[in-house]
Each structure stands twice: as structure tokens, then as C-alpha cells.
């Protein structure tokens, strides 16, 4: 056979065998990118075992009634201890606060995105929230983890520690976002960075202390103390000038 012959058919070959390693490439890699995002997909649809979120129903009645825990037990609470002038100790139950917020105005609704079914869990060291957010019809349960400490000036931090959606943890995009609207929402509005919904806000998406004095009637409390336990959450509270 004559030598060009061989070296056309030699060429020939390569370039199939070479096309059959590309395709099987290809395949390998849509077969791995697929099999990451159905990994992906199962993280975010993941609903954690500890999310059981009171519900009221739709048409309920209690819906409408203000919790019996907040004006029965946790505002006497509160009002009684500031009247004394004295320090005292607050006790607020998670069974308590769950009671308070599940009567809010839920769903809410932010740009197409529905938010409900609100959970509050205190564990030891952080005050765990949870939620259902409906995404064009996927349901996503958010989580995120607030670790509340005074630091050694007397100012609160309620400093977030994690952030999941399903079993992802995406706490490090979470933060980059929140910081980046709060920025924005500042540097749009007139602000008034002096209230405490303000401070609570800055804390909270821009990891800002704040001092944790707040107005009860005419009498002004300090939180010298906190402490997150087991379903409930300690503080102590002393009169501020």
C-alpha cells in the first residue's frame, strides 16, 4: 500500500478516537453537572426536622386576637420589673413568642416572593428563625441563626452565625447582600439612625453594636445580660439613667 494511503487512513483513525474521548468527556461532564445539580436541588428543597411552625388556620379566629401570652404575662412582666427601679430578670418561652408572631399579617409579600409559616427557636447560645419562602411556587424553608452578645462596653450584637436555605448554607452571600441593601437603603432614605428599629436593622445586616437601652412608660432599661438556653431566653435588665 502506498505510504500516503497508510498515513491518510492513520489520520483518519486519530481523529476518530479523538472524537469518541471529546464525546465521552462531554458526557462524563454533563453526567457530574447533573448529578451536582440535583444535589444542589435536594439541599434547597430540604425541610429541617426541627421546623414545626404553629398553625392557626386560614379562617381562624385567633388570628385576630392579640396573644394572650404577650398582654397576660410578658408586657406585665416587663412593666412591673422597669417600675421598681431596680435590676430583675426576664424569662421570655419559646412556646410564648411563637404564639405572639404566628398572629402577624402573614403571608407577606415582597417582589413576587411570599414569606410564612414563621418558626422561633431558642437553643443554647442563638435564637434560631425559620420560615417557607415561595419562590414562583417552589417552597424553600430559610433559616438563620442570631447569636445575641453583650460585648465588654455594655453594647448588643445581634450577630448572625448562619444562614440556610433547606441544608445550604449560604451565609457568607447572605451577609455580602445584606450589607449591600442596607448601604443602599441608608444612603436612598432619610433614615433615622438613631431609633432602635434602626440600630436593630444596622445590627443585624451590618454587624453593628448597639446600645440595648430601651423606653418602657417613663422609665428607661438597660439588657446587661443575656443568655439563650433551651427554649427560652434570659435577660437581665437594669434601670438605665
Do not use: C
Amino acid at each position: 500500500m502506498d505510504s500516503s494511503k497508510k498515513k491518510i487512513h492513520s489520520t483518519e483513525t486519530d481523529l476518530k478516537i479523538r472524537k469518541k474521548t471529546r464525546f465521552k468527556k462531554l458526557v462524563r461532564w454533563l453526567l457530574v453537572d447533573l448529578a451536582v445539580a440535583a444535589i444542589i436541588f435536594a439541599l434547597l428543597l430540604y425541610r429541617p426536622g426541627r421546623y414545626k411552625p404553629v398553625d392557626l388556620g386560614s379562617g381562624s379566629d385567633r388570628r385576630k386576637e392579640v396573644s394572650p401570652y404577650l398582654t397576660n404575662d410578658l408586657l406585665p412582666a416587663i412593666h412591673n420589673g422597669s417600675q421598681y427601679r431596680e435590676p430583675f430578670e426576664l424569662v421570655v418561652i419559646q412556646k410564648g413568642i411563637n404564639d405572639i408572631i404566628i398572629r402577624g399579617n402573614w403571608p407577606m409579600e415582597s417582589e413576587g416572593i411570599l414569606l410564612y409559616a414563621p418558626a422561633v427557636l431558642f437553643v443554647p447560645g442563638a435564637v434560631v428563625l425559620m420560615g417557607t419562602v415561595d419562590v414562583k411556587g417552589v417552597e424553600l424553608v430559610v433559616t438563620i441563626e442570631l447569636e445575641p452578645k453583650i460585648n465588654e462596653q455594655g453594647f448588643l450584637n445581634l450577630h448572625v452565625g448562619k444562614v440556610k436555605v433547606g441544608a445550604m448554607n449560604i451565609t457568607p452571600l447572605a451577609k455580602m447582600i445584606a450589607k449591600k441593601m442596607y448601604i443602599q437603603r441608608i444612603n436612598a432614605l432619610d433614615v433615622d439612625t438613631e431609633v432602635v428599629q434602626t440600630k436593630i436593622a444596622a445590627s443585624l445586616l451590618n454587624n453593628e453594636p448597639f446600645e440595648p437601652v430601651f423606653r418602657i412608660d417613663d422609665n428607661k432599661v438597660r439588657i446587661e445580660k443575656i443568655t439563650v438556653a433551651k427554649e427560652k431566653l434570659l435577660l437581665r435588665l437594669v434601670p438605665a439613667s
